[in-house]
Each structure stands twice: as C-alpha cells, then as structure tokens.
C-alpha cells in the first residue's frame, strides 16, 4: 500500500523544488507592474489637480487686481464730481498720482458728455487720442449712454487702442442722468497688465490665454514645448464681461511635478522579489543542514536544563531582591563565578557590565525615596525583559545594576547587548502620574581580558563605570589596562580633596571678558585652580568631577562666591575697580535650599554691591528643574545678581525659558566659534543666537576667541563680549591687575584700560 505523504513533507518539498524561487520572483514582478501603473494614473490625476488650483488662483488675482482699479477709476470720477470747477492742471496732477501708483495704465482719460477725449495723461504716446469720439459704433455709444444715466461703469471689452494694441477701457460716470459731466476713463494695454499679474514663473512655465464671448482673444506667456493632455479653463467674475482663462502647463513643470515614487515602489518591490528569492534558497540550503542544527539543538538543551536547575536551587537560598525583583548581588556573584567556570572549560567569553543611573541620586533627593524605590522597580522590570538563559540581570543596591552575558563571540555581540540596555531606557518611565527621562551610564568588563575571577571582573567594570562618568552621561566604556593604575590615583586625588579646603588649596584665576564695542575689560570670569601641595596647580577637570560625586562641590562652590566677593573689595580704589566677577554655578549648588542666603551673606559681608557678581551656570543644567530653578534665579534676579547661561545652544531645550527667566547674558558655546569663519552652519547658528538674544535684550558673550577673524566676524555680527586665549588666558590676579592697568592690546581693537 502507498504510503501517504504528510502536509510538512509536501511543504519540504516545495520549498526544495529548483523553480520555487523563480515563481517568487515572477509573482512580485506582477505586482510590481501593477502598483507602477496604478501610481502613475494617481499622480497624473494630482497633476491635473494642481493645475486646476494654479488656474484658479491665477483667475482670483485677475478678478481683484481688476476690481481695484475699477474702484481706482470710480473715486477720480466721484473727486471730479464732487468739484465741478476741477481745473485741468489739478486733474492732470491727480491723473499723475494714480500713474505713478499703479503703474499699469495705458493713459487716464476725462470725456465730456459728448463722449469725446477731452483731458488725458499721459500726453506723449496718447496725443492721438485727444479729441476722439469713444461713441465710435452704435453699440458703444448705446452702452456709454446706459452708464450715464445710471451712473454705473462700463467695460468696453477688449478692443484695438487707439494708440496701438489691444487693451481695455473702464468708463465710470462723473455723475449721473441730469448730473452728468462726462466720464473717467481707464486705459489698459492687456500685455501690461498681465505682465503686472502674472509672476515670471507664471509666463515661463504656462501658456494663458483670455477668452471673451467663448472665442479666444489674448495669448500670454513665454511657454514654449506645451504638454499635451493637460489644460484647464476657470471662468473670470468680472462685471459686464464674459471671460474665461485657459491654463496650459510646459512639459517642464509637468515633469516636476511628477513623482518618483511609482518608479521607486516598482524598483523596491522588485528588490523584494529578488531578496525573498535569495531567501528562498537560504532556506533550501538551510534545511541541508538540518541534523545538524538538530544535534547542536539538543546540547543547548541540554545546558539550559542544567541551568535551570541550578537557578531553582539558588532561589531556595534568597537569591532575588525584595524591592526590584532581580537576581541579588550575592546570587550574581555566585553565578558569575559558575559562568566563568563554564566558560575555562569551553573557552568561551563572558561580559559584565555594571550599569549607575544617571542622576538618579538628584532625583531621589529632590523628589522622595518614594519616588526613588518606584523608578528603581520600573528600570528593574524592562532590564529584566531582557533576561534569557544566556543573560542574567542583577541589582547590586543604590542606582545600580548588574549584567552578566554568557557565549558572547566578539566585541560585536557586547556592543548589541549595550544598544539592548540602551533601548530599555529610550521611553521616559511613568512614575507618579509624571513621565522622567532617564539614562544610564555602563562600564564593561569582558572575561577573560578583563579579569580571570568573578571578583576581579567586577572591580574592573566598576573601574569601567567610573571612567565612563567621567566622560559624561549616557555613554559606555570598556575596562583597558592602566585603568587600575589611574584609579588608585583618583582616590589619592579624592583624599586630598577632603583637607583642600581646610588647608587654603584654592585659588581663584581670572579670564578677561572684551567688550567689542569701546575696547575694554568690564568683567573677568573667576575659574578655580588646586594648588596641591604635591601634584602642583591642578585645573578644575581633574577635580570638580570627584567634587560632585562626593558631595564636596556645593563647600567649594561656597568658597568660590566668597573669594570672588573678597577679591572684589580688594579691587575697590584700583584700576580694576570697575570690574564684575562671573562664577560659575553646579547642578547640586543650584539645588541648595540655602544658595541664595550664602550669596547675599557673602555679598554683604565683603560690601560688594549685587551687580558687581554674575552667576552661570550651563544650559543643562538650567533645564533640569525648571521649577525650582526659577524660584532660585528670580531670588538672585531681585537681590541684583547677574545671570549668565554658559554653553548655550549645545544641548536640547526649549527658548521659553528666555521669555520667563531673568536672564541678562548667554554664552555662546566654543564648539560654534572654533569654526566659525569655516564652518558656514556654525555661522549661521551663531548670527541666529545673537539675534535672538538681542530682540530679548540680552546681551552675548562668544567664548573660545583665539584668532583674529573669529574677533572680527563677532564684531561684524555685533556681538557684545568676547572671551578666549586671543584676549587673554585665565591669569591670577595680580597678573591681571596689571594688564588691566597696562592695556589689553588685541588686533584690530584699541588698547582697552580698565582707567
């Protein structure tokens, strides 16, 4: 008896059988055929379309520039009325005036009741007519009649000019029946005016034709090469008159206003074809290799039931977080070092990486633990949809987390896993009734490069993090050698930090600000240095970053604000005496409920009056809390203080807080003056800042001026301030105490003096 085959096996079949590919790629040819010709009947319609609403765009501006001098006409008629002693030379003066505004009459003409040209302006060209009887036929003089008993106008239609050409009259009654005095005549050439209607590129790409009483009467335009199959006729609403205008696009504008897009789904669909084709034959082959793919099937099930096994018996033992949900630290650890145990014996590699939250401590401070525990479990459960057998997400306490992938092959699988967590945190997380954009920053460790044990891996990809945050938020960064080395300095750095300011380690250094339009030095910004007593003057980039994360930046900031205000007493009675100090501001200073009672303490400890200090503090920043900062900002704004916003334009934010904040001074990023003179986007972005400023009324500072041409196209852009190494490099007091005295020389500018 005949075995019977099954519905797989025919399907197995198929898809091996030599033609299946090619019947693939003929079925999406048809389509393809049919979408093309579909899409081009579609977009002949919308051509059609638009040349429908160009025509009647171009018949409604025909309509209203007629009725505005037909209504031009009507009012010399009613002034002539009006005054029936007008003289010639009054009439002429007003016939001129409406000459020159309108720019688009033949003559203007005053025809007594006789119906013959008596007055007109111009004279030259015109002269023929004077004396002219526009009762020329019964018709005309019937109509001429009509109006003037009525005393409304009449449209003569297009007719041969006397003077030449074809044209158009408006007769508008001076009075009427018994009152009549004649009438005020308009005279237009039609070239003339259409000339004035129609645009250039009207002219150029249609062919226009006026057709009177259903027979055409007046071709306008430059088109040549019309197209055929495409026309339209609007009718004209002008009183007294039947017209209508025909529209006949070039095959220039019709070609652009064809689309590309029936060529282009016809080519993509075709690639479709291709491509699933070429798929259909990676199946054929694929299935090849069945068995073994089968066999490998088998051993990694193997493995996984292995793992689960183990993973039941750890979670016996309190392996998972109360609050997140997650794998513990403890657990982590345990099977980070089974992983890497695996992985000896199969010579595979592992990757850790640890994963802080960005501001989460901010956040957490300002807005609750409540809030914090909340965020911390909505993170926990996106991290964790990435869990598999292969991947284990842990949190090891605070704003961090843990994650250990198993069998990566090369850097190329690490870097996926990063855009994996990297996308967890696109979506802003919804926590209490409000959405917060997060971030996180990751350090990477990858056994066995990094680490042969579970303990050295995990300090090496916290060393990883470290200098990751370094760099900036949002970012990642795998553990290299020399980076140990490096962190044994920075916590020898962190120590000393801690006796810095009890030892007098600071020092204020001073950059000049260049005030573009007189010349001079009026303010100065003030940047710390360290004066370690080993390591010798260190800037601030070594370590304001230590500062922040340990908490010290808000005491240091303090000390900066008091240093500034005692060097401003210092100055009083001196060439510097003018001067205003600018310091700069953190994101924790600004969250100090106390900031702004220091600065007035400050300030009135030293008797320095408020606008002689100036508080920035970056764009960034500014944004993060809007609420809150507004409130600080206005405090500062009402005590006296200046308000700066340093790196403007670098970040995203909304200009609605320059409508709202006391704002007095931006800083233009360097990023946009580096290249300004090269780069023709940096220049249009910084006209753009500088305009803008100016129509709030703030004043702009460039920052990073380091050539001549940079200064000068700052100054032929009006910008206020400039700042950089052209001008002067931060120098400490006394260094600029003298050149203050001295004179800042700077090319193309005079000496400037603070005397």
């Known amino acids: 008896m005949e075995k019977t085959e099954t519905p797989i096996r025919l399907v197995v079949r198929a898809l091996m059988s030599p033609l299946f590919p090619v019947l693939i790629f003929l079925v999406f040819f048809g389509i393809a055929t049919g979408l093309r010709t579909g899409l081009t009947q579609q977009n002949s319609h919308q051509i059609q379309t638009n040349l429908n609403n160009e025509a009647r765009a171009l018949a409604n501006n025909l309509e209203r520039e007629f009725m505005v001098h037909l209504d031009a006409i009507g009012r010399m008629a009613q002034r002539m009325q009006s005054n029936p002693a007008m003289s010639e030379d009054v009439w002429r003066q007003d016939a001129r005036n409406y000459l020159q505004d309108f720019g688009v009459y033949q003559a203007i003409e ?56 074809d044209g158009l009259v408006i007769y508008h009654p001076v009075g009427r029946a018994g009152n009549n005095n004649g009438f005020m005549a308009g005279v237009f050439r039609l070239q003339v005016l259409a000339e004035q209607v129609l645009s250039r590129r009207i002219l150029d790409q249609f062919q226009v034709t006026i057709t009177e009483n259903g027979q055409s009467r007046f071709p306008l335009g430059n088109a040549t090469a019309l197209a055929p199959g495409f026309e339209h006729t609007v009718p004209i609403q002008l009183p007294l008159l039947e017209w209508s205008l025909t529209l006949t696009p070039t095959e220039q504008w019709v070609e652009l206003q064809r689309s ?11 690639l479709m074809g291709l491509l699933t084709s070429l798929t259909a034959l990676l199946v054929q082959l694929i299935l090849k290799r069945n068995q073994a793919l089968l066999k490998t099937r088998r051993e990694l099930e193997q493995e996984i039931h292995q793992r689960k096994a183990m993973q039941v018996d750890l979670e016996r033992l309190e392996s998972t977080d109360t609050l997140t949900g997650l794998a513990n630290r403890r657990f982590f650890m345990e099977d980070l070092a089974h992983t890497i145990n695996i992985a000896d014996r199969q010579m595979r590699q592992i990757a850790l990486v640890m994963l802080d939250l960005d501001r989460f401590q901010m956040l957490n401070d300002s807005l609750g633990h409540q809030f914090g525990d909340e965020l911390l479990i909505k993170v926990s459960e996106r991290l964790n949809g990435l869990s598999n057998e292969r991947l284990l997400v842990a949190y090891s306490g605070g704003d961090e987390f843990m994650v250990c992938q198993q069998q990566i092959a090369d850097i190329d699988d690490v870097i996926h896993l990063l855009g994996q967590i990297k996308q967890c945190f696109a979506a802003p997380f919804h926590v209490q009734d409000e959405d917060h954009s997060i971030t996180a920053t990751m350090g990477v460790a990858v056994y066995p490069q990094s680490g042969l044990d579970a303990d050295t891996l995990l300090r090496n990809a916290d060393i990883a993090l470290y200098r990751a945050k370094e760099q900036g938020r949002n970012t990642y960064q795998f553990y290299t050698e020399g980076m140990q080395d490096r962190e044994v300095l920075r916590l020898e750095l962190d120590r000393d930090l801690s006796q810095a300011l009890a030892n007098d380690e600071f020092v204020l250094y001073y950059q000049p600000q260049l005030n573009l339009d007189t010349g001079r030095i009026n303010s100065v910004e003030a940047l710390i240095r360290w004066q370690h007593p080993v390591r010798g003057l260190l800037p601030p980039a070594e370590f304001i970053p230590l500062a922040e994360e340990s908490g010290r930046i808000t005491e240091i900031g303090r000390w900066v604000v008091l240093a500034a205000c005692r060097q ?18 953190s994101g924790r200073e600004l969250d100090d409920e106390f900031l702004v009672d220091h600065i007035r303490e400050s300030l009135a400890s030293e008797g320095v009056h408020p606008s002689r200090l100036e508080v920035e503090l970056t764009e960034e920043i500014f944004i993060q809390n809007i609420e809150h900062n507004l409130d600080q900002m206005s405090q500062l704004h009402r005590l006296g203080v200046h308000l700066a916003i340093d790196d403007f334009g670098v970040g995203y934010s909304s200009l609605g807080y320059l409508r709202d904040f006391p704002v007095d001074l931006l800083k233009i990023d360097r990023s946009f003056i580096t290249e300004v003179t090269e780069r023709h986007d940096d220049a249009v972005i910084t006209r753009a800042v500088i305009n803008l400023a100016h129509n709030l009324d703030i004043q702009v500072v460039a920052e990073g001026v380091e050539t001549e041409a940079q200064l000068s196209f700052l100054r032929a852009h009006r910008c206020n301030l400039a700042q950089g190494y052209l001008i002067s490099r931060p120098v400490p007091p006394e260094v600029l105490e003298q050149a203050v005295a001295e004179g800042i020389s700077v090319p193309g500018l005079p000496v400037s003096s603070g005397l």
Request: glycine letters at 8%; one cysteine or more.
């Open 110 to 165: 005053w025809i007594d009741k006789d119906y013959i040209v008596r007055w007109l302006e111009p004279f030259a060209g015109n002269n023929e007519v004077v004396g002219f009887n526009v009762a020329f036929n019964d018709e005309r003089e019937a109509a001429l009649a009509h109006a003037a008993n009525s005393g409304q106008y009449d449209l003569s239609g297009i007719i041969d000019l006397r003077q030449g050409g």
């Open 260 to 270: 590309s897009w029936p060529t282009m789904t016809c080519a993509s669909v075709l």
């Open 568 to 585: 401003l007493t210092r100055w009083k009675g001196t060439a510097c005496d003018h001067l205003r100090i600018a310091v700069n501001l």
